[in-house]
């Protein structure tokens, strides 16, 4: 347990919480609090420090939007009053959710039911009242790490579903899911907004309405094609609405997905960087998680999408909780090919089909990303995969068993630097992890689940990605072999793939296989992991 | 022997502040959060409040009288002071202050003007019976924790 902790702080410290931090979270948390009654401000700090909080008071709201602008991730969380003279907290709330994207806690001396309902309207994440207790304070690290949670999946969800629309034809914007209906992970962290779920109107943004434009899949995957055919680097909200062409959306609904979307990424490469640094064995935390109850589950039954997590996860890692669990699963199931206890944690809360265990294909995604310059583990039963990669010009994967699509093919894989394909990787073993589609469904997304946990690690895995690359260049007819299933990596960095998965049914399966597990050499996944 | 006297009389009158209802929990919150990075927080809260809220009961003095009453103006202003008045747990002037809250929003001129001057005696003779008490605390040396009235 000792050793979670540790990890789990070490990300919380690096990965989420930019600067630096005591080692135990939630301690270190970054304060901002706002009142206009100076002996409150006083009472809050105090009793924030208590909690081992970095506290930091503003009497003044306009002060204290200016501290927010001005270093933009220098507070995690916002405690405000409701009444203050120079703004009405809600504003103060709908600014800080829109600019910065931070929790806000509300405070009142009033609790009408009314005043809490306007506050959750507009987005405080709680609402608190006067006599504040300090137990009420201890605890509201929640509403960051919750926040993390969800960004992550919402992230990592559009990523996924929006690499598995890309493939197929179903280019019609009216899924724009509505809120209510499938895309229900989709919301805004601020669910109330969902009754205005007639997005397209909102097209005069400009003043700070509680509507806000809902980022469905199909959207969001207008949005990545336009960061990247700019080029992530020269990319600005201008550009992206041009490219984007959607007539409703407004240059600060761009800009405000674009500034969540970069604090996304970056602490997903903060985690890895600081994942490669601290030189995590993968295995190890892997050990520990195995029978960890945190899954991520991603349904995609009759078109309605849910994202699960099981929070009885104690890695509660914020950047982590949905990459790491995943990422180590997967491990699990490449590590301890022979153990079915830990396939079987690895597999709780998935769907049923999954446990049909037919993943010959699945597992030998993973086994790549895993394992590293050792391809030997191509020995699978059903294909050399090593060999295969260097004659063949895709990378398929044997999925007689269980998928019976059409095949899916890509039209190009790339690969982006290491730091932030390491980044994308750790999404995308998450998503591979959490785009478990089940019989009713047709997509699925493997990642290259390299692993940026050891540097060692990294540079074999590169490697590999690279000739996996050159051999990954699709045609469009990668779909003529007789397999019934093609599961190919691919990376998100850089482009978007194509991914033409059939809209039949796909056992999503289960990664592993105890067939193809038990056949797969031990002594692989040793070298890759143990450094 | 003087300390030990100190302590039981102070002891003694927070119990009766506490009995007669000029305090509540809150006032115990503010002691447990008295530690040795802030040995007389209490004492530095309640003086805060004090100085703070003075210029509240003048804006609302200048408010009441004017005629007609400018209700909202008053309730915003008895709003502001009602949170403070919680931050130190003074009970009474809570309750005062939300009697003329209430008032406002019925639009009762009198009440206000009445539970107004109700409250301020109160909030003065609350004042007063602090001071006394910081001032025995001081002499009594520093308590070892913040402890419950029975």
Redesign the interface.
Known sequence: MVHNRSILSHNIDNGCFPSPHLDAFPAGLRVLVVD?????L??LE??LK?CFYQVTTCCLAIEALKKLREKKDAYDIVIS?V?MPDMDGFKLLEHVGLEMDLPVIMM???GETSRVMKGVQHGACDYLL??I??KELRNIWQHVLRKRIHEAREFETLEGIHLMRNGSNHTDDSNMFAVGGEMNLMKKRKDLDNKHDDDKEFGDQTSLKKARVIWSVDLHQKFVKAVNRIGFDKVGPKKILDLMNVPWLTRENVASHLQKYRLYLSRLQKENDQKSSTGLSFLNSLNKQQNDGAIDEFRYSDGTLKLHMDTTSHEVDLNGIVTRPTIEKIRASTCDITDPKIRKSSQIGRNQPFESAESEANHTVFEYSTVSTQCSWNEVPKRPLKEEQNTQKHFQIDQSQSMNSNPSDYKSVYISPVNLMVSEVDTFSSQSKSLIANDQSPDIIFASNLSSKDPGYNLSCISDMEIYQRNLILDSHAASTPLDEDLHLFLLQGEYYNMNFGMQNIEMSEYYDPRLIAEVPTNLYDSADYS | MDRNNSRRQLAAMKQSLFDQGHLDEQFIQLEELQDDANPNFVEEIVTLYYRDSSRLISSLEQTLERNPLDFNKLDTIMHQFKGSSSSIGAKKVKAESTLIREYCRTGNAEGCRKSFQQMKKEYVALRKRLENYFQLARQAGPMDRASRPK
């Open positions: 206009d009654d100076p002996t409150w006083r009472i105090k009793m208590k009053d009444n009142s001396v009033d006067k006599p207790r300090m």
